[in-house]
Nanobody, 125 residues
């Protein structure tokens, strides 16, 4: 069992930066691939970034590539999302997710093993 708790959201001006954190409980955290997703009202949840269980592989949505960086610290059971050059269209609730399958994390989200409850990011223009 893994529980995920996001933090770090808030209000920032366009062009600014935020760092989101996802704290995970459970001794098996290091065996899970981790990801960040986001959702705005009336839209489907969309993939943002993923990192493999070892940290050796990362993958980003085209919309955030070059601006966001995902990282993990298995010793601290934490996943980070550094968001730079934020745009108003980045405004959303951001969710942390964990899955043992890389394919599920980056392609088929319906069967995700674990989700956090989300943290709101608002980017003003």
């Amino acid at each position: 069992q893994v529980q995920l708790v996001e933090s770090g959201g808030g209000l920032v001006q366009a062009g600014g930066s935020l760092r989101l954190s996802c704290a995970a409980s459970g001794r098996t955290f290091s065996s899970y691939n981790m990801g960040w997703f986001r959702q705005t009202p009336g839209k489907e949840r969309e993939f943002v970034a993923a990192i493999s269980w070892s940290g050796g592989t990362t993958y980003y949505a085209d919309s955030v590539k070059g601006r966001f960086t995902i990282s993990r610290d298995n010793a601290k059971n934490a996943v980070l999302l550094q968001m730079n050059s934020l745009k108003p269209e980045d405004t959303a609730v951001y969710y942390c997710a964990a899955d043992s399958s890389w394919a599920t994390l980056v392609r088929d989200y319906s069967g995700m093993d674990y989700w956090g409850k989300g943290t709101l990011v608002t980017v003003s223009s």
